[in-house]
């Protein structure tokens, strides 16, 4: 069957203009090219990262996607020249639609700046074809679809709400309160189209959760460089004070969502004020968090826009997806600390400390090996109940004693090891020796052996070292520090 390229032109060139937008050009063309060949017709325009198809007939089957590179549409695109192929069962990158398929013409869709946007291709159940003729045809009508997507603005956007759960797979994934703030900052920027995104938040920074209680509103910083209005809101948040932040958490929970323009000749709240003279000029206000006690997002333009219903609607759902990842984040947070952690006096017990000593330095980390003095009397005397209370007053009054950094673990019954840095041995002591006072003032006693980290001695080692050194204490009467001699 011949292929009349002067009437399909004509045809194409009558019908296009009627599209109006670049999904109903390519459908446009697909059944008007349909009308005068039997073959496979498909136009497969990018979007966003893969060719998708956007119109298509004369198939059982239809790919909906293709990545860049893939099979002969995707090496078309890519390279932006035409290919025909006489023979598809010996091109080993074509991608089968249907079992009697022999030839295919691929063209390039291009922009007027001759960019591919994407491919008309069209494949024939025959190869008794002439394949340079239909070619031609193919090109030409390629070439005037990509006109006229370039007349109607470009191939198709990603939606709004598309976008909304791509982003949501990010949030999911986030590992860390900074890694989900930034994954919902670009969310919040790109499904707006406002520039500027910043989370008010309770609780604690980023960082170990142990046990957090609400402290108050703060902004929450992501990992990300912030636009110049971010870092503007930022610091005028933080210079604002509690106050501010509490009212504008307060007043989203209690009213809702909402949006503002800043424009000039309407009066204002201080709470607006203190935005405005960042240089928000619309905002939109969300609710973070079931509660008052949870946050708000605060997303905001330096230009004066009219935030429509479904984009304010979005950042709702944006919100509430942020809120439910950030619950999972705190919540896994607080249970690798109950797992860490010694449920009777808070501190990190034996698993943790194996992690932390693997870490040691030679020369620098020195072990404390801390054992109460005559525990087992307290317990066969006034019950194991008294005993815990005996352990949990001497554990918070050991850590009260340690330097910041210094680290306390119970790793037996009344055994405890602190692990601190030291650039001498002597420092090592010292430490020790305020440990000593500090169970002395609870009217309890400890023994303590000291041993620091030489060059290529196993921690285990250092530890034993350090407790031989406290059987030495408990030998000469118990209630003192001594330093181990050396391996």
Known sequence: MSLDHSRVVRDVTTRLPTASSAVE???????????????RIAVLLWVRDRLRCVAATGSWQVFASVPAGAG????????GKTETVPEVTNEPDYVPLRPDVRAEICAPILDRAGQPIGVLDVEWPTAEIDLDARRRTVE????????????????????????LLRHASALTSAATESGLMTAAVRAAREVSGLSSAVFVLDGPPPGPARGWQATGARVATPDLVPDALESRVHAALAGA????????????????????LGEGHHPTTPDQDVLIAAGVRTLISVPLGPTEFCGV????????LRPDPTTVNLIELLAAQSWIC??????????RERASSDPLTGLRHQGSFGERIAESHPGRTALLAIDVDGFKTVNDTYGHQAG???LVDLARALQGALRHGDELYRTGGDEFVAVVEVLRPEEAVGIAERLVEAARHTGR?????????????????????ADEALYGVKREGRDGARLASAA
Do not use: C, F, M, N
Not at 72 to 79: A, L, Q
């Open 25 to 39: 050009a390519g459908q446009v063309t697909v059944a008007t090219l349909g009308r005068h060949t039997p073959g």
């Open 72 to 79: 002969t549409v995707g090496r078309v695109y890519t390279s």
């Open 140 to 163: 030409r009508v390629a070439d005037l679809l990509g006109a006229r997507i370039g007349q109607l603005g470009g191939p198709p956007a990603e939606s709004r709400s598309e976008k």
């Open 241 to 260: 004070g509690q106050a501010v932040l509490e009212r504008l958490r307060a007043h989203a929970h209690r009213y809702g969502a909402s949006y503002t």
């Open 297 to 304: 997002l605060l997303v905001g333009d330096t230009r004066t």
């Open 326 to 335: 950030l619950e999972r984040l705190r919540g896994l947070a607080q249970l």
């Open 388 to 390: 815990d209370r005996v």
């Open 445 to 465: 006693t400890v023994s303590i052996g000291v041993a620091v980290q030489q060059d290529g001695e196993p921690p285990a080692l250092t530890l034993h070292r």
